[in-house]
């Protein structure tokens, strides 16, 4: 069965702290791996896409990165600003166009 | 404006009324999808579409249907809405080319069914 596991739900950090979310992913042949920032009561904000192991992406103080198991999302001396909930989604071979969401992790970043 | 719109963007309705979110999008895209989104729980598919004549069902579609009235016009409804269909509902859109899979969300519907 295709699953998105995502870790830690919960994260707390101070301004400047670097740190990495987690996305750990089983599925039958990936056809994409997908990172989305939700604000509370808003809709998911497309941050980046990776296809295969070893590529990474960058925007602002967010790296993502992929191998064949799990996808880093690595936030560089974060800002309040940064405190929203990261989503990571997978698309898969079995899933047709369907993406599979993980339940995400929860990010406050205090001043 | 935003590119995906969803109305209303807040509703509290009775058990058995029937329901109709509405989704537009102005992005081109012809494939469009409906999620749902409970706390704690990642966001489920419910249907999705291709293009006006080519209609799914997702994951979790029982108790749900959609008409896809146009290229930007994507709707959801719930005939007899019953409690445990309280949630926040989002419309979602990607290009058809299968090499672009990003999926883009408009802004929710919170969803009360009393």
């Known amino acids: 069965e295709d699953q998105v596991t995502q870790s830690p739900e919960a994260l707390r950090l101070q301004e400047g702290e670097s740190s990495s979310l987690n996305c750990s992913y089983t599925v039958s042949g990936l056809r994409g791996l997908f990172w989305y920032r939700q604000d509370p009561g808003k809709g998911p904000e497309f941050l980046f896409t990776l296809y295969s192991a070893g590529e990474e992406k960058e925007k602002e103080r967010l790296k993502a990165t992929l191998t064949k198991k799990e996808s880093f999302l690595h936030i560089t001396a974060p800002k309040p600003e940064d405190s929203a909930t990261y989503l990571c989604a997978v698309r898969a071979n079995q899933a047709g166009t369907a993406l599979i969401f993980g339940k995400g992790t929860t990010l406050s970043v205090s001043s | 404006d935003a590119d995906v719109t969803q109305t209303p963007r807040n509703r509290i309705t009775k058990t058995g009324k029937r329901i109709m979110l509405e989704c537009s999008q102005t992005?081109?895209?012809?494939?469009m999808y409906w999620y749902r989104q409970d706390p704690g729980l990642g966001l489920q598919l419910i249907y999705y579409?291709?293009?006006?004549?080519?209609?799914n069902k997702g994951e979790i579609s029982d108790g749900y249907s959609v008409s896809r009235q146009a290229q930007a016009k994507f709707s959801l409804s719930l005939e007899s809405a019953i409690p445990n269909q309280t949630a926040l509902y989002f419309c979602?859109?990607?290009?058809?080319?299968?090499?672009?899979?990003?999926?883009?969300f408009g802004p929710g519907t919170r969803l009360t069914v009393l």
């Open positions: 992005k081109g895209h012809d494939r």
């Open positions: 579409s291709f293009d006006v004549k080519d209609i």
């Open positions: 979602a859109t990607s290009e058809s080319r299968d090499s672009y899979n990003e999926q883009f």
